[in-house]
């Protein structure tokens, strides 16, 4: 692969430590956005809100708030998408990776497969937001002109 611009490298530390950052950018920015929207209607957070299936709904309001902040935090985590992965090719292996992480952890707190439809359209929305948004971020920076020549121009 000689001679390829930015040929890709296998570096499973590299990956690996891009997944727990991700990861780490998932859980973090959702915390806050719950404890955000939480505060602004004086509501106690909870782990439930992140990891309990059954708390996202259209027909409570701790459910449509904990459905608008995975929306936001899908946005959020597009953003860490650009700084952290910053390959557009690689955002929506990263993106479903976290959520299927995320899938893992809402099995293993409520003890039972997620089932409520709800959720899985919550996490499909999720999952297309931050992927392509993520990717139009990435897709963006990688396509900006390389600078060939630093010095300024002269008027010859």
């Given at each position: 692969m000689a001679g390829q611009f930015r040929s890709y490298v296998w570096d499973p530390l590299l990956i690996l430590s891009q997944i727990v950052l991700m990861q780490t950018v998932y859980y973090g920015s959702l915390g806050l956005w719950?404890?955000?929207?939480?505060?602004?209607?004086?509501?106690?957070?909870?782990?439930?809100?992140?990891?309990?299936?059954?708390?996202?709904?259209?027909?409570?309001?701790?459910?449509?708030?904990?459905?608008?902040?995975?929306?936001?935090?899908?946005?959020?985590?597009?953003?860490?998408?650009?700084?952290?992965?910053?390959?557009?090719?690689?955002?929506?292996?990263?993106t479903v990776t976290v959520h299927f992480f995320h899938l893992l952890g809402c099995w293993f707190y409520s003890s039972r497969f997620p089932s409520a439809l709800t959720w899985w359209l919550v996490q499909a929305v999720c999952i297309a937001l931050m992927a392509v948004i993520g990717e139009y971020l990435c897709m963006r920076t990688e396509l900006k002109e390389i600078p060939l020549n630093s010095a300024p121009k002269s008027n010859v």
């Amino acid at each position: 692969m000689a001679g390829q611009f930015r040929s890709y490298v296998w570096d499973p530390l590299l990956i690996l430590s891009q997944i727990v950052l991700m990861q780490t950018v998932y859980y973090g920015s959702l915390g806050l956005w719950l404890a955000l929207v939480d505060g602004l209607v004086r509501s106690s957070p909870s782990l439930d809100q992140m990891f309990d299936a059954e708390i996202l709904g259209f027909s409570t309001p701790p459910g449509r708030l904990s459905m608008m902040s995975f929306i936001l935090n899908a946005l959020t985590c597009a953003l860490g998408l650009l700084y952290f992965i910053r390959r557009g090719k690689q955002c929506l292996d990263f993106t479903v990776t976290v959520h299927f992480f995320h899938l893992l952890g809402c099995w293993f707190y409520s003890s039972r497969f997620p089932s409520a439809l709800t959720w899985w359209l919550v996490q499909a929305v999720c999952i297309a937001l931050m992927a392509v948004i993520g990717e139009y971020l990435c897709m963006r920076t990688e396509l900006k002109e390389i600078p060939l020549n630093s010095a300024p121009k002269s008027n010859v």
